[in-house]
């Protein structure tokens, strides 16, 4: 098969497109032809510093939709044929961006029919961060107000999304530009964090989802209610100070997104309801991998960025 293969890390010149043997399904894993990989920050992280992987070689990638070519032994939930979607493995090893993936059978869902496989290759990493982070971890509610940093991007749009489906007030940071997308999205307000910090903007956020980490994480503790939450997805070295800064007055919390096909089948159900929608900035064959990675790595897109892979 056809794989985008990396021997050493670097830029995304590192990125080739190689011939690999096909994997196998082990017991309870399937096999995906794949369809469309998701391109996620991640990504571009683990092929310059390794992230969760170490060095190479390796494949990145996690976000798959396509379908389903074989079962391994044990598999009830899936047959040969049956469209899916899903982040196997993270952050180990899945090697998405390649013709064919194994997944363990419980890390999937079954595709909505409102989905096209780019589409749906759109949403797993992303919807699964924003609903990690706001129903499992914020346990948003009827009336809240949630403030979304970065609302535009690919957690981000998602996130305004899942946050009105659970009946919250949103509101989202984005350029003056993206303003009309977020309201397309339904936010409720939207602010240019060019020109304001959100901070300044908002007092009363019930949770803060942020999305972009150091000095926005840091700016965005005074938008939040005495005993409210802000959720800090990069968090990393920032963390500690973040902590500090919060005191008792807010509860600060990371997340690492892991896979879930539960959470994927309600993800799905609300596609299927018309509340989520993944929005696709663009695509690339897979051959061009390199060049979807320098798109993203400028951080000015509109949703996500899709793999298509040739022969689906």
Do not use: C
């Not at 309201?183 to 949770?207: K, M, Q, S």
Request: charged residues 20%; without cysteine; hydrophobic residues 45%.
């Amino acid at each position: 098969m056809r794989a985008i293969h990396q021997t050493a890390l670097g830029g995304p010149d590192a990125l080739r497109l190689t011939d690999l043997p096909t994997p196998e399904p082990q017991p309870t894993e399937v096999l995906v032809r794949v369809a469309a990989a998701g391109v996620n920050p991640v990504d571009w992280q683990t092929r310059t510093h390794g992230a969760f992987l170490g060095g190479p070689p390796f494949t990145v990638g996690w976000d798959v939709a396509g379908t389903v070519e074989a079962v391994g032994y044990g598999v009830t939930r899936f047959a040969v044929g049956d469209r899916v979607f899903g982040m196997p493995r993270f952050p180990r090893e899945a090697a998405a961006y390649a013709e064919y993936v194994t997944s363990p059978s419980r890390q999937l869902a079954r595709t909505p029919e409102e989905l096209t496989d780019v589409e749906a290759a759109a949403l797993p990493l992303a919807a699964l961060t924003a609903w990690q982070a706001l129903v499992d971890t914020a346990n948003v509610r009827p009336g809240q107000r949630v403030l979304v940093n970065a609302a535009a991007g690919g957690v981000g749009h998602l996130a305004v999304q899942i946050a009105k489906a659970r009946g919250a007030y949103v509101i989202g940071t984005a350029r003056a530009e993206k303003h009309g997308f977020l309201a397309d999205l339904g936010a409720d307000e939207a602010i240019d964090y060019t020109e304001r910090d959100p901070g300044e903007v908002v007092r009363d956020a019930d949770v803060v989802l942020d999305l972009v980490g150091g000095e926005t994480a840091l700016r965005s503790l005074p938008a939040v209610r005495d005993g409210g939450l802000l959720v800090a997805v990069p968090s990393g070295r920032h963390l500690p100070a973040l902590h500090e800064a919060a005191g008792d007055r807010v509860k600060v919390t990371s997340i690492l997104v892991e896979p879930d096909g539960h959470a994927l089948e309600a993800i799905a159900a609300l596609v299927r309801e018309g509340a989520l929608r993944p929005t696709v900035a663009r695509t690339f064959a897979l051959a061009d991998a390199a060049r979807a990675h320098e798109l993203g790595e400028t951080g000015r897109t509109q949703g996500k960025i899709v793999l298509e892979v040739p022969g689906s």
